[in-house]
Each structure stands twice: as C-alpha cells, then as structure tokens.
C-alpha cells in the first residue's frame, strides 16, 4: 500500500464492500423468488435458468464490488495483482459450480422428459458436471497464470496407465452409456435378466445399474453385467401384457358351457379388478387332452407386469366358485394299487387252473386244503375284477389285480 490511506478512502472502499454485500442479498431473495414461478410454468428452462441466476448472480456482485474496492485502494502492485487473480479466480470457480449444477439439471430433465419415466439416469449428469468442472479447473489455471500446455501433456501419458488400473470400472462406465444410448433399458421398466433376477430399474449411474424387485428389494447388477446379459423388457414396446392361466375340466364336461362360463368370470375379472385392460375380450383355448382331464387356457390382459398377480389369483377364485356353481367337475379321478405280499404271490403259482362254473357262470377258484391250514385265503374280487393270471409273474399278476386308472 502506497503511502497512508485516508479515512475518505476507506469509506468508500467499505461503501464497496457494503454495498456488494446488501445487492448479493437483495439479488439472491429475487433470484429465488423467480425460480418458484419458474417452477409452477409450463416450461422446464425456466426454472434452470433461475437456478444458474439465483447461484451466479449473488457472488458475481459481492466479488465485482469487492474488486471495485481494490481498485480504489491505493494498493502496491504486487498485492493489486495477487488480489486480482484471487478475485478472479473466485468468479470463474463460483460460474463453474454454477455451470456444473445447470448442466446436470439440464442433461437430468432432458432424459427423463424424453424417457417419460420418473427415473434419473446419474451417469449422464455426473460425465456432463465432470467435463463442466474439468474445463472450469483449465480457465481457472489459465487464469492464476500457470501453463495447462505440459499438465495436458502429463495427463495424456498418464491416462493409459489410470485405463489399466481402471479397466473394470471403465468397462462399466461405457457399458452404462451404451445401456442409455441404445434406449432399450431406461429407468422406469420392468426388467428379466437371463439369470432370473428382475425388478424395476431405478437408476443406471456411472457403474452399476439399481433394480427393485417386486418385494421392494434392492438389486445393485454391474453395468458390464446388464450389457452382456439377454434382457426382458416387460415395458417394451408397451406396458400391456397378456396373462394366461392354465385350467382342466373332467371328461365328462361339457366344453361349450366350460367356455362360455370362463369368458364370463373373464369379463368380470377385466371390470372389476385393479389394474386390468377393461376393453380386453378374454379368451379360451382347449389344448390338450391331459391324462385326467381336458387342458385348456384363459386369455386375459394385465396393464403393467405388477398386476398379472391379482389379476390370475382373482381369476382362479372366481372361477372356481362358478364352477362348483355350475356343477362343473374339475376333480381328477384316483387310482387304487393294491399289493400283494410275496407270500401270496408264491402260493398263487401252485393253485389249479380255474375251472368253469357249470351253465357258463363265473369262474370259480378250488384252493387246497393244505394251503388252507397255512393260513392262506384266496383273495375274493367282485364281478369287475381282472383275475390274475398264474402263468405270469408275481409283479405282473398284482398289477393285473388294479382297477384301470
């Protein structure tokens, strides 16, 4: 400082100061109130806009008036151009924060408007505030006086080895970009991976993709993982998808009144349950001819993915109970085996041959008297029976004895 200062001086120095101080605050309270109007219009720029003002303006002022300060000050030259780099470095850093925070604001609406998702794809906002704050930091050098020629020189030679000791997370990163890029996975749909996992993607950030799972779990699935993986949109191309449930009648039903009652419990079901496609018409298919009953699908339709549950188990319920209102079977028929032990079997292969009853009637079986005080009784069947054959097996002869299925 050059020489002693007068008090007229200082005021006015100070008069800088204040009156930097008081425009900071004065600009900062309108600057806010013009981004809450700016939210509530139509148009998303305006509050970005705003919000760069409310956080540029202030500082800007404050350190313009701070410098008008040093400028009146008789100051030595030295000190005046230590101050002027120090001042200006405070503006480009606080513009840089400012142009970061906008910039990712931006890149941030301009994803989700375009996706139509309420989902926030971070890894485009982080490498847009990264490039913002990495040109910032260059000015900001510039500014200070040191040379960024031979820093550039050094990070390029540099680089390969950080990409080496990086590679994964490099990997992850441009898999993250492709995932985005290619628009075939946003933050918002309902994902399959081949490996099982799915759920709803949250958010994809600069190295992992964040699904949640139906139960409301957290699954964090690398990037590089997601990329390499065989993936099912459930909301691609559009959020409706088919439900179909497998139903079986008995043989004996009759398959046009089957059908025309699970279309009806289908229409019903489409009204009434939450989350399903009012206007869908359901659908019966018959199959297959099963091993007990006649096999047949219902065709409904569900809105989103989340509501195929409700949609399938309101079915089931519905039908069941019109069904058994209906009076049709849906029981399968039961089968009896019976076993012989193997002490019977060796004692039927020492019986007589079966002798006719006289007048044509029914076969009858003579048994010994000496395997009668052994204990051995001849087994009696009914008139619908198949007696066993004694020239087979012991096996075959005991599953010769079962009722047909």
Known sequence: MTGSVSTHTWLVAAAYVAAGIIGAIVLRGLFTRLQRKAEQARWRGGDIVA??????????????????????LPLGSATRHDLDHALLAVIVVVISVGSAKVAGVAVHAGATSHAGTSGSATIFVNITRVVVWTIGGLVLLDSLGIAITPLLTALGVGGLAVALALQDTLSNLFAGVHILASRKVLPGDFIQLDNGMQGYVVDTNWRNTIIRQLPNNILVVPNATVASSIVTNYHLPEHEMSVTVACGVSYESDLEHVERVAVEVGRAVMLEVEGAVREHEPTVRFNEFGDNSVNFNVGLRAGDVSAQGLITHEFIKRLHARFAKEGIDTSSPTATMVYSSPREDASLALLPPLASAPGGGEATQRVPIWLTLLGYRYPVHDHHSTSPDRNQPPEKAAASSCPPR
């Not at 919000?51 to 009146?72: D, K």
């Open 51 to 72: 919000a760069f003002l409310r956080l540029a303006a202030p500082w800007c002022v404050a350190t313009g008036c701070a410098w008008g300060a040093v400028l009146y």
